[in-house]
């Protein structure tokens, strides 16, 4: 692939990067990102919080901004929620992870979260890549819903361009002609991307499927693909979640991944080393 000059492995297949959030570092061992769609109250975030790191969770997710179909569905707490996700990781200490969705919102929105995402809607969104590329926060790249590889890695080049080596690239469905899921996950992008680059890449089998009976054999399918990590919905009560009910686990059913995905480990651990000599390491 031409022109991946910051992205690109260069020749040498067991260069590694490896991201430090707060106190988690992806790309070296599996890790697992959890939380719901949206912030919808201090309740319901704290509760989902807990939840979910009493289920071993490394990371929290939460949008306070959210990029909907529709301008007149639930558009997110804004401010609100970024200090609600404040708390959520001041008590739990988990590190979060939540979408920025405009450039003028980067410096501010860096001051709550520890990792920076940018959607799928925004992939290709230059000036916002840009900036974030110049704010220095760890990021995790969603892949477009319409994008190809080598389009996708370009987009990360356009971060470490500006001097921003903590990139993460998230797998979450591509658009096909198949409507049973929600989008077609492409599982074979894991080892594509290993192949070509030394980034980080985990899997949201959430977005990708939309459908619960679905996402856990996704997640399990991902860490066998040799994925860095996974990010999961979970909702505290999810028949009463305001953004994407229909995907929302509940924190039992996410304990219950958990447990196979601990099992799944030990008996493939040999199969991937990701502390590999060679990591990169890049302070956050
Ligand atoms: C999300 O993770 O909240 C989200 C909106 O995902 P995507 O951009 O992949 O649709
Ligand atoms: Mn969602």
Same mark, same amino acid.
């Given at each position: 692939?031409?022109?991946?000059?910051?992205?690109?492995?260069?020749g040498d297949?067991?260069?590694?990067?490896i991201v430090?959030?707060?106190?988690?570092?992806i790309?070296?061992?599996f890790? *697992?990102?959890?939380?719901?769609?949206s912030v919808?109250?201090?309740?319901?975030?704290m509760?989902?919080?807990?939840?979910?790191?009493?289920?071993?969770?490394?990371?929290?997710?939460g949008?306070?901004?959210?990029?909907?179909?529709s301008?007149?569905?639930f558009?997110?707490?804004?401010?609100?929620?970024?200090?609600?996700?404040?708390k959520?990781?001041?008590?739990?200490?988990?590190?979060?992870v939540?979408?920025?969705t405009?450039?003028?919102?980067?410096?501010?929105?860096?001051?709550?979260?520890?990792?920076?995402?940018?959607?799928?809607?925004?992939?290709?969104?230059?000036?916002?890549?840009?900036?974030?590329?110049?704010a220095?926060?760890? *990021?995790?790249?969603k892949?477009?819903?319409?994008s190809t590889?080598?389009?996708?890695?370009?987009?990360?080049e356009?971060?470490?361009?500006?001097?921003?080596?903590?990139?993460?690239?998230?797998?979450?469905?591509?658009?096909?002609?198949?409507?049973?899921?929600r989008?077609?996950?492409?599982?074979?992008?894991?080892?594509?991307?290993?192949?070509?680059?030394?980034?980080p890449?985990?899997?949201?089998?959430s977005?990708?499927?939309?459908?619960?009976?679905v996402?856990?054999?996704?997640?399990l399918?991902?860490?066998?693909?040799?994925a860095?990590?996974?990010?999961?919905?979970?909702?505290?009560?999810?028949?009463?979640?305001?953004?994407?009910?229909?995907?929302?686990?509940?924190?039992?059913?996410?304990?219950g991944?958990?447990?196979?995905?601990?099992?799944l480990?030990?008996?493939?651990?040999?199969?991937?080393q990701?502390?590999?000599?060679?990591?990169?390491?890049h302070?956050?």
């Open positions: 692939m031409k022109n991946l000059k910051l992205s690109g492995l260069n297949r067991h260069q590694r990067t430090t959030v707060g106190n988690v570092r790309g070296e061992s890790i *697992v990102i959890a939380g719901p769609c919808e109250s201090e309740a319901q975030m509760e989902t919080a807990w939840r979910v790191k009493e289920a071993g969770a490394n990371m929290l997710r949008g306070a901004f959210k990029p909907r179909t301008p007149y569905s558009q997110g707490l804004g401010i609100k929620g970024l200090r609600i996700l404040e959520a990781r001041k008590e739990t200490g988990l590190p979060v939540t979408e920025v405009d450039p003028r919102d980067v410096s501010w929105v860096c001051e709550y979260a520890d990792m920076l995402q940018i959607g799928t809607r925004n992939m290709q969104n230059f000036s916002l890549l840009q900036e974030v590329g110049k220095g926060k760890p *990021v995790l790249l892949r477009g819903m319409y590889l080598a389009e996708w890695l370009n987009c990360a356009y971060i470490l361009a500006e001097g921003n080596p903590n990139v993460v690239l998230c797998e979450r469905g591509i658009r096909t002609f198949e409507t049973y899921t989008n077609t996950l492409d599982l074979s992008i894991v080892p594509s991307v290993k192949e070509v680059s030394h980034l890449i985990i899997v949201d089998p977005h990708a499927t939309g459908r619960l009976s996402i856990e054999p996704m997640s399918a991902a860490m066998a693909a040799g860095d990590g996974i990010l999961i919905e979970v909702h505290c009560n999810p028949s009463e979640a305001l953004c994407d009910k229909d995907q929302a686990m509940s924190p039992a059913m996410f304990a991944l958990m447990k196979k995905l601990a099992t480990r030990t008996s493939i651990q040999h199969i991937y990701h502390a590999d000599t060679g990591a990169l390491e302070a956050a």
